[in-house]
């Protein structure tokens, strides 16, 4: 007899992640931040080209259409912004297509929450005190690291200006791959992933800020006061050299939303990916007005992992992938 | 040959890397914050047995390679050679060479089967079943008396692995052996 119907997860495991996600939720009500539920499924879905979405075909009164399964709940989140619903937080279903791992399950749950007239930093700030609230205990001091200069003091080169043979050089010295005929993010992202992240976050958390203006996808971008360089507004918290919350200093402008869908599906066509259909329902919210602010977006399982000091995701799920 | 793209990459696969046939361990999907995906892959070289560690961008893809496990029947030894016969009815013979065979060469008993591994045909490792049954050739004589507790003490086989075994066994009993930690198991 099979054992596999079991649960990936203790029952008591579950116990302590549902009370762990009853603190999420205390958190917010103390600082009045509204609890909503919007639909998984939508008429657009992710065009990032690093996002693989799931879709299905749906029965509608519209016929037969084809609707996305959310990578995150950021659309129906920002359409509620404009709307007028204020500070707003979701524990929302994610899917993402092809990633299972210890670290990742095709499905999961995200903590996202939007915070109109937040700066960046104040989001940060806000996100260090989730984190604390969640834990239940110090996970020790919050330090900001500037991507350049992490890139800088971690494997000795600048990511912004070193020639794409550098990059490459430096890429697979310091992660043995081939990466003779690889693009400068391609580079950039497995330095990120071998060389650096397993360090972060070890003495306390870290914060990454000032991203390349290439890695924006739904963040501003804006000039950086000490060097010039265009960077973009955005975010990532590591602890234990886990990536737990990506936040943006959010895009409002309509059109330029619309431009970045139009790229993201020309990157996607020259990668082989399938074309993905843009959400004009946000565009036409963004053409409304949304208000400016800050989101971020966070990753409860590893959240729950880390906080239960367990080795997986799969063992703070009821069900992980292999086992639905 | 077909190609595998990293996200076929599952145990037991087999591919080629590096001109060597691989069978594929483990593959861990990485990922930094926002950006492309990695495949973290952990490869045993079916050739020398060693154990690889490669990290592929998602996507890439390796060719698969020619590879076939086969049960097959040994049937003896011509001094360079270890000759096998696949027991599916084709009585389709294999010459296995030394690098081949390795270490198993000390358990090997005509008409037992083995598992031999083909790469374009060609015989490149060769594993015993798990258990076996071997007799013994020279021991210290077997003490009266003792049956199971107490030391122990090495025994030849007829295949030529030199085993611990209990004090009370000897020469010319049968005895059935774990060929994974080379461990006496019981009197067959």
């Known amino acids: 007899m099979s054992d596999d119907w079991r649960s990936t997860a203790s029952i008591e495991t579950l116990r302590e992640r549902a009370r762990l996600l009853a603190r999420v939720r205390a958190f917010f009500a103390e600082r009045d931040v509204l609890e909503v539920e919007t639909p998984v499924l939508g008429h657009g879905g992710s065009t990032d080209p690093h996002l693989a979405s799931l879709s299905l075909e749906a029965t509608t009164p519209g016929g037969r259409e084809r609707l996305w399964l959310q990578t995150s709940p950021e659309f129906h989140m920002k359409r509620l912004l404009a709307a007028g619903s204020g500070p707003i937080f979701q524990l929302a279903r994610s899917f993402r297509d092809g990633e299972v791992g210890c670290r990742h399950n095709l499905e999961f749950t995200m903590l996202e929450w939007y915070r ?32 350049r200069e992490l890139f800088r003091t971690q494997v000795g080169l600048d ?10 050089q430096v890429a697979e010295r310091e992660t043995g791959m081939d990466l003779h005929d690889a693009e400068r993010d391609a580079c950039l992202d497995a330095l990120m992933a071998f060389a650096i992240e397993p360090h972060l976050g070890q003495e306390g958390l870290e914060v990454v800020v000032d991203y390349p203006a290439s890695q924006a996808a739904l963040a501003r971008k804006h000039r950086d006061p000490e060097d010039g360089a265009v960077v973009a507004a955005r975010f990532e918290v590591y602890w234990q050299g886990v990536e737990l919350a990506n936040g943006y200093d959010e895009l409002t402008d309509a059109e330029e939303q619309a431009a970045r869908f139009v790229e993201d599906n020309r990157e996607r066509q020259r990668l082989g990916h399938c074309e993905v259909d843009a959400d004009v329902r946000l565009l036409a919210a963004l053409e409304a007005g949304m208000p400016s602010g800050s989101g971020v977006a966070l990753g409860m399982d590893r959240l729950i992992q880390l906080a239960l000091g367990k080795a997986s995701v799969a063992e703070v799920m009821a069900f992980a992938t292999p086992r639905c | ?38 495949s973290r892959v952990k490869l045993r070289n079916l050739i020398t047995g060693r154990v690889w560690d490669r990290t592929f961008k998602s996507g890439e893809s390796l060719e698969g390679a020619d590879v076939l496990e ?94 611990r075994v209990p004090l009370f066994i000897n020469e010319g009993e049968v005895l059935k052996v774990d060929t994974r930690n080379g461990e006496y198991v019981s009197r067959a």
């Open chain 1, 159 to 168: 990511p912004f200006t070193a020639s794409l043979t550098t990059l490459c």
């Open chain 2, 70 to 163: 086969l049960d097959m029947e040994y049937l003896y030894s011509d001094g360079d050679m270890w000759h096998f016969m696949r027991t599916d009815g084709s009585f389709e013979q294999y010459a296995v060479d030394k690098k081949a065979i390795g270490d198993v060469e000390k358990w090997l008993k005509e008409q037992v089967v083995y598992t031999v591994t083909l790469w374009n045909d060609n015989a490149i490792a060769v594993s015993p079943p798990n258990f076996i049954e071997l007799e013994v050739v020279e021991t210290d004589p077997g003490l009266k008396g003792d049956t199971a507790q107490g030391g122990s003490k090495p025994a030849t086989l007829s295949s030529g692995a030199v085993v």
């Open chain 1, 116 to 147: 109109p007239g937040f700066s960046l930093s104040a989001l940060i700030d806000e996100t260090q005190a989730l984190i604390r609230h969640v834990l239940g205990r110090d996970p020790g001091p919050c330090r900001q690291r500037r991507y």
């Open chain 2, 1 to 38: 040959m077909a190609t595998y793209s990293t996200n076929e990459f599952k145990g037991g696969l087999k591919v080629m890397l590096d001109g060597d046939p691989c069978s594929i361990l483990e593959n861990e999907f990485v990922k930094p914050g926002k950006g492309q995906a990695f």
